[in-house]
Structure formats: structure tokens, C-alpha cells
């Protein structure tokens, strides 16, 4: 019924409110993606190799670079670690002999190109240039801590034939390599791929 009167007729359909959008995000997107674009041609300009490192928390992202430390030549590895909080890991790798410098990032769950960038000043800072590299790696922060906070109840296994079928989905021409730290299966390869 009416709200307006009494009138015993059917209430109008309201009239649909106009879309509007707040290009906001974009804007953010957009000087990230040119910051992250000017520091891809440095790394390309100084011949150095940069991977970016991203896993859930505990999945073994530094027990990997400590066993990578143990084959290759350190003085032409650094690394950048992101971490909520703590500077854990980055001690751990400089114990294991590499180069290795602290990004915390606070309530940010990803290291974003300003914050890489500050890196690579921490870097400049201890002695090392871009150019002395061979590889530098990006330990991002674990993808999964921004829902950490969450009840996410029993831990969840690891089915290897639904991951290759996902990467087979998502990114046909990707290339896998298994390894793991713990017996060092497959890090030869992965070595060979870093660095060639």
C-alpha cells in the first residue's frame, strides 16, 4: 500500500539509484603499477635476476633460501623479506650467510613497489648495488596472513595433483619446479633456472 496516503493502491516501484563508482583503487593500482614498472628497469638495467617468493606463512619459503645459500655463491644473493611484524627470518637468512634486509609492513599482507624500493635503499645502505647481484629474491609476505585473525579450524593438506591441475588452469605455459629444503630434491634445478 501506499505510504503517502491512504489512497489503497500499490505502492510505486522505487526509481533504481544511478551507479556511480569511485576510481579511488585504480588510482592506487596505477602509481604502484608505475612505481613497480620503474623498478623492473632498473633490475633489467643492472643485469640482475629478481624473483618474487610468495607462500602461506610456514610453507618454507626461508628453510628454501637457506638451503639455496649452502650452494650458491652468497655474494651475489640478496634478498628483501617482507613480514608483518617480526624481522625472524631476515636474521635467519644473514646467519645462513646471505644478504638479507627487513621490510615490516605492518597491517599490509604484500610487499607493494614503495616498499621494495626501500629495500633496495637498505641494501644500498649495507654496500651492495644492483649491479654486484646475480639474483635478488623478494621473500613476500605469506598470502595467506591478511585472514590470520580468522578461525580457519583444522590445518589443510596438501594435494599435489589439484595444484598442477590449478596451475594447468590458470597459467598453461608455467613452468614447475618441485623442491623441497628438507631433502633438497629439485633445488639443482631450480638453481640452474635462477640463474642462467
Request: hydrophobic share 45%; charged share 20%; net charge negative.
Amino acid at each position: 500500500m501506499c505510504r503517502d496516503c491512504s489512497c489503497g493502491q500499490p505502492a510505486p516501484e522505487p526509481l533504481p539509484e544511478p551507479t556511480r563508482q569511485l576510481p579511488l583503487h585504480t588510482a592506487l593500482l596505477q602509481r604502484n603499477d608505475a612505481q613497480a614498472a620503474g623498478l623492473r628497469q632498473r633490475f633489467e638495467a643492472a643485469g640482475v635476476t629478481v624473483v618474487n617468493l610468495l607462500s602461506s606463512p610456514g610453507s618454507g619459503k626461508t628453510a628454501l633460501l637457506e638451503a639455496l645459500a649452502k650452494r650458491l655463491d652468497p655474494t651475489g644473493l640478496a634478498v628483501i623479506v617482507g613480514d608483518l611484524a617480526t624481522d625472524n627470518d631476515a636474521r635467519r637468512l644473514q646467519a645462513a650467510g646471505l644478504t638479507a634486509v627487513q621490510i615490516t609492513t605492518g597491517q599490509a599482507c604484500h610487499l607493494e613497489a614503495p616498499m621494495v624500493a626501500e629495500g633496495l635503499h637498505r641494501l644500498h645502505h649495507q654496500g651492495i648495488s644492483l649491479e654486484q647481484l646475480e639474483l635478488l629474491v623478494i621473500e613476500n609476505v605469506g598470502n595467506l596472513v591478511c585472514p590470520g585473525a580468522y578461525d580457519l579450524a583444522e590445518a589443510v593438506g596438501f594435494d599435489r595433483a589439484a595444484a598442477h591441475a590449478a596451475i594447468a588452469r590458470v597459467a598453461p605455459h608455467a613452468r614447475v619446479l618441485e623442491t623441497s629444503a628438507r631433502s633438497g630434491a629439485g633445488l639443482d634445478a631450480l638453481i640452474n633456472a635462477l640463474v642462467r
